[in-house]
């Protein structure tokens, strides 16, 4: 009997706050340093080993074999306000720099086919507290490795196919939660991880010498994790258990156009759908004694993206953009370990070509928001929550052959 209700109290907690989930589309949506120039805009004009990510028929843009290496650093700072027996508290984050690795490499068969395989995280916020908190840590990351190819039909037309295998992880500790109700006498460390399967197409399609439209779409995942929980009761250990679910990563759905007005300037627009609301239920299984199912309530939710490139020299080139994205987690399940919030970002960047081999590219976004979350029954942590991001990008690409 013992085990069971703590398996319950494990299993609850689990299926809450894994909505962290809706909140690991970064601000900017961007990958690559020169997308994080632009803020994100790419799916029309991609050049380098972000098309993995945006694009798979941006290979065809690769004129020679290629390899992109680079790393990516996120700061994340978030406060969240509240009320407590009359007073007015609050609370940080703990601050600390995020690496996430990107890369790719690409060569082209012949005139209309290139292969290749690209490696990005997408996913990788989270928040962290010190001291006396109910909540502790929570963290969901996406790591991903993308096989992909594209054919070029014409020389108007391209298209795209990729792979998308996925490794997630899961962090989660702090105060134990039975449905949308936080019990602070119990609380919990969980970590699972898991590898997940999915796929994309892409097109790119040149209307004439200064326009170009793009479109994408990436197919949703669903990763089983597989891990361990520790419950405590009253500060003391409960023993540890063993842990498995299933957790929904969105697909997602993205229209860019490009219009390069004279042999400088590019400037590129797009518009991203991620179909959070598609996952209906999360499931779990605490050991051999139980398996959960408990309904979600996200919602989709949307980006938008305009960014500007512009050659000053043969050598150097400036980038710079502006965006925007909506919330998927609704407000009664936004906890501060999930701090999801509607937010615009802006971002430069910078590009140097000292010879035809050697590409050197600087990318940064910041974004930010706030969300008041009301005092309702049955929400998780009412309160006022305040996001800062910013996002470091650096990468060096090698080209090969003639």
């Given at each position: 009997?013992?085990?069971?209700?703590?398996?319950?109290?494990?299993?609850?907690?689990?299926?809450?706050?894994?909505?962290?989930?809706?909140?690991?589309?970064?601000?900017?949506?961007?990958?690559?340093?020169?997308?994080?120039?632009?803020?994100?805009?790419?799916?029309?004009?991609?050049?380098?080993?972000?098309?993995?990510?945006y694009?798979?028929?941006?290979?065809?843009?690769?004129?020679?074999?290629?390899?992109?290496?680079?790393?990516?650093?996120?700061?994340?700072?978030?406060?969240?306000?509240?009320?407590?027996?009359?007073?007015?508290?609050?609370?940080?984050?703990?601050?600390?720099?995020?690496?996430?690795?990107?890369g790719?490499?690409?060569?082209?068969?012949?005139?209309?086919?290139?292969?290749?395989?690209?490696?990005?995280v997408?996913?990788?916020?989270?928040s962290?507290?010190?001291?006396d908190?109910?909540?502790?840590?929570?963290?969901?990351?996406?790591t991903?490795?993308?096989?992909?190819?594209a054919?070029?039909?014409?020389?108007?037309?391209?298209?795209?196919?990729?792979?998308?295998?996925?490794?997630?992880?899961?962090?989660?500790?702090?105060?134990?939660?039975?449905?949308?109700?936080?019990?602070?006498?119990?609380?919990?460390?969980?970590?699972a991880?898991?590898?997940g399967?999915?796929?994309?197409?892409?097109?790119?399609?040149?209307?004439?010498?200064?326009?170009?439209?793009?479109?994408?779409?990436?197919?949703?995942?669903?990763?089983?994790?597989?891990?361990?929980?520790?419950?405590?009761l009253?500060?003391?250990?409960?023993?540890?258990?063993?842990?498995?679910?299933?957790?929904?990563?969105?697909?997602?759905?993205?229209?860019g156009?490009?219009?390069?007005?004279?042999?400088?300037?590019?400037?590129?627009?797009?518009a991203?759908?991620?179909?959070?609301?598609?996952?209906?239920?999360?499931?779990?299984?605490?050991?051999?004694?139980?398996?959960?199912?408990?309904?979600?309530?996200?919602?989709?939710?949307?980006?938008?993206?305009?960014?500007?490139?512009?050659?000053?020299?043969e050598?150097?080139?400036?980038?710079?953009?502006?965006?925007?994205?909506?919330?998927?987690?609704?407000?009664?399940?936004?906890?501060?370990?999930a701090?999801?919030?509607?937010?615009?970002?802006?971002?430069?960047?910078?590009?140097?070509?000292?010879?035809?081999?050697?590409?050197?590219?600087?990318?940064?976004?910041?974004g930010w928001?706030?969300?008041e979350?009301?005092?309702h029954?049955?929400?998780?942590?009412?309160?006022?929550?305040?996001?800062?991001?910013?996002?470091?990008?650096?990468?060096?690409?090698?080209?090969?052959?003639g």
């Open positions: 009997m013992k085990k069971i209700t703590i398996a319950v109290f494990m299993l609850v907690l689990l299926t809450v706050n894994s909505a962290i989930a809706g909140g690991v589309n970064r601000v900017s949506g961007s990958v690559g340093p020169r997308a994080m120039g632009m803020c994100g805009a790419q799916i029309a004009d991609p050049v380098d080993a972000s098309a993995f990510y694009n798979p028929a941006g290979l065809s843009n690769i004129k020679r074999t290629s390899l992109q290496l680079g790393m990516e650093s996120i700061i994340a700072e978030g406060t969240y306000q509240w009320s407590e027996c009359g007073r007015e508290l609050s609370k940080n984050s703990e601050g600390g720099i995020i690496p996430l690795p990107f790719g490499f690409s060569t082209r068969l012949n005139d209309r086919l290139t292969i290749g395989a690209g490696w990005h997408v996913g990788g916020l989270g962290k507290y010190d001291g908190f109910p909540w502790k840590e929570g963290m969901l990351s996406l991903s490795l993308v096989p992909a190819m054919y070029r039909v014409n020389n108007e037309l391209s298209v795209g196919l990729s792979l998308n295998i996925g490794y997630a992880q899961f962090i989660n500790a702090g105060s134990l939660q039975l449905g949308n109700f936080r019990l602070d006498m119990a609380s919990m460390e969980a970590e991880d898991g590898i399967l999915g796929g994309g197409i892409g097109i790119l399609y040149r209307l004439n010498d200064q326009w170009t439209v793009g479109a994408s779409y990436s197919l949703p995942m669903e990763v089983r994790l597989k891990g361990s929980t520790k419950p405590e009253l500060g003391l250990p409960l023993g540890k258990y063993g842990m498995t679910a299933s957790v929904y990563f969105p697909g997602r759905l993205g229209l156009l490009k219009f390069e007005p004279n042999n400088r300037l590019r400037i590129l627009a797009d991203n759908w991620y179909d959070y609301s598609a996952a209906k239920q999360m499931t779990a299984k605490i050991g051999e004694l139980l398996e959960y199912g408990q309904k979600l309530n996200w919602h989709d939710n949307f980006s938008f993206h305009l960014g500007a490139e512009y050659e000053l020299t050598k150097w080139l400036l980038r710079s953009g502006v965006c925007w994205h909506t919330a998927a987690i609704p407000r009664e399940t936004t906890t501060p370990t701090p999801e919030v509607d937010g615009p970002g802006i971002s430069f960047g910078l590009g140097y070509r000292p010879n035809d081999n050697l590409d050197f590219d600087l990318g940064y976004t910041y928001g706030k969300r979350v009301e005092k029954f049955g929400f998780l942590a009412p309160g006022k929550y305040e996001v800062d991001v910013h996002v470091i990008s650096a990468g060096v690409t090698w080209k090969f052959g």
